[in-house]
């Protein structure tokens, strides 16, 4: 058919089709007093003139004013309501990201590759970026994952800068860290520099300092920026200078010329300590050389006979007694029974013994006696003592000045319960340590304030204390597993009678040791170190087992239902009556884990139970137990 | 009267409007007669029932004779008279809420059955039947309206792209439905 016919038999059916409603037209438009009605009664008398007069006021309230009106208000509704949900869509989308975003730590290391790390509240690594062309190439070429944390990643960029060859001995690292809660801060500066620092001796490179600077969280600036633009501004010196400069120049300069606060990792600060002493001791070698006198004074064992004075600081050692961690000194069975906790802030080397033994060096009169804790509850190691007397604000300064000298020495005599120390200088020392309590008695000093530790199914640790307590700033707490390494964790929640520490990467029915620093005894003002061990026993997961499949009667392959993390993993298996069997893990999978079982038998029914598992979500590891029976189908038809 | 309006399909003088703003029911009637065929095609093709479009035009009328005034002259009167059913249409849907219907049920309802020409009937029939109501409306506001495409466009608010591209596909579905079979 033709376009023309076809329009043509469009229009011809049409113009049959439609109604001529004229008539019913002017009927509704006189229903409905439109210009027509008067014009209608034009034939009555009325002129058009006055028709047209009643038209404009009709035609202004018309409905169809009213109508188009409803349409321009549904319309415009309709419109509001789209940007008005719009609006809100982006709000959201804009307050999700902020929140991302504030909930992100940053972290920015300056070697002289400038890795910027970013991460969440529990450590979790989220991204890392090069800040500078090093940094790009370091980032693209090292392997990490993604909720790794922090402190691994540490180990990787450290090992990787040191196998390029950017971080040499004697050179800087700078970490800055924007985050807000300084909690946070002070753990993550103790975690990453004692993470550095092991690493740093693994691979044999001494003598790196590790600088720590804390910037606000919306600084524009990242890194080592921040240190010179802060060092252009206040302090003068040249930002082009500032830029030329290496980190430990940069470092040197802000100790040497500034009062800006760098916090410095531990060995960092002993190296700094160590080559302080050396320069110091070269000094006193210059000027002492044309007197060199070499005084002796022995050291004699003491006792103190006023019974007042003991009766002070029996006191003073019973109202401490429940906050210290340190060891107390106890009174020696034949001397008068009094306690003394006299030490000196200035290292000696102390000598314990589980005997009663009684340290007296000759106290100088011009130097101030301080009470502040001396040694460990328990006899240490040379280095584990060394390393505990400078981790509690000891210094290691005249031990070492003396030795250079070699004109001190010191004999302990156990025996006498004599010790005797020969110390060169004019300062005279008087350290009196009586019977150090037995382990039994230290454990329950050590742990008297904390009344129970709980651990949750999700992982926070729950600790409850006997006595109110008070946080100051340096509150830190430190969460240690057996072999010694640190789990990450955050206080979450604190009061006085109660402290909430979220962790990661817990292991159920581990023995872990939590250390809890900055904290005092409502009443008190001395802050004291809590440590107490504990196991986490109510860890739960959701990783759950779909199917057991048994194989040549000895290999059992569990088929996870969602994708599995393992950390030291165990597995258990016992059968109904109780009885367990050796059992090991052959391979872990992501969704299957397939262990070896020996001994087991036809027709009986086991139960597995693998611990140390979680799901991608969680942060902490449980386990999962699962009973299977081994039926064989064919030996059960040849039975019947 | 210019000359090339005279050659519309559906030619209406925009001077009609002032005589009926002056009170000619004669205009009205003339007006009535030049439109209210392509009205009613074009609510029909809307509506799919004879009834609502017969309606719908005596509102439209109803609408043109309060609006007369309104009018401003801007080529081709028909547009501004289409916008009118379309927006009356819109509107009653809003109140009842418009359903689609299949064809079936609204065949009945169409009133197809008034055309005496079979072959009549058949065409329109199918062009019910096979054809979007876009590209039903193309053709009825083209063809039985004597709309340009180009005013077609500003009246549905579509590009005039799409506006030729409906109308053709319309027509060339038409004419392999019917082939050689008329």
Redesign the interface.
Known sequence: MKKKELKNRIECGFSELAPDIFEAVMEEAEIQKVAFCQLKSEDTGMSAQENADILQPEVENSELNDDNLFMLKGRFMKYALSICGVLVVACLCLFVFLANKKDSLYIVLDINPSIQVEMNKSYQVKGIKGLNEDGKSVVKEIQWKKRELVQDLMDTIIQDVVDKSYLHENEGILVTLSIADKNICYDLEDKLGDRIDKKLTELDVQGVTTAFQKVENNSANKGRKVLEEELAKNYGLNQEQAKKMSIMELIQYCQDNTQLELDFSKSSVKGQETQKDKEKVTKEQKTQSKSSQIKETTTQVKQKDSKDEEKSLEDEYSENISEETTVPFKDNESSSGGYERQSQKVTSPTTTTESSAQVTLPVSPQTPVQTTSPASSEPLAESDRTEQQESEGYSSQNTEGSSENDSSDYTVNTEEKEIKYTIEGESEYQININNIDSGKDKDELVYQNIKQITCTSAGNINILFKDKVIYTSSLRVVIRDEKGNDIACRVVKNNKKQMTVSAVGMVKDNRYTIIIEGIHREGSNQAVKITKAFIAKDLMTQSKIRKITVKDMEFVTLEMKSETYYKDTTVKVKDADGNQYDAKIVEKGKDEIKVQILGMKLENSYFITINGIKTYKENNYGSVTKDFNIVYKEIDSFKI | MKEGAQKRKVYIDERLFER??????DA??EL??LS???L??FL?SYTQN?EDA?DL???T???I??????YREQGNPMAWMMKIAK?LF??KC?KEKYTDTNYDDMENAL??D????A???I??EK?FEILSLEDRNM??MH??SGLKHREIARLMDMPLGTVIARYNRG?RK??KE?????
Do not use: H, T
Not at chain 2, 20 to 25: E, H, L, S, V
Not at chain 2, 65 to 70: E, R
């Open positions: 009926i703003r002056q009170g000619d029911q009205f009637r009535y007669e209210y065929k392509p009613y095609a029909l004879s017969k035009l005596q509102d009328f109803v609408q004779l309060k609006k007369c005034d309104l927006n819109l509107m809003r009133g197809f008034g055309i005496s020409n072959d009549d009937r065409v329109l062009m053709i009825i063809d039985i027509i038409l004419q019917f082939g050689d079979k008329l």
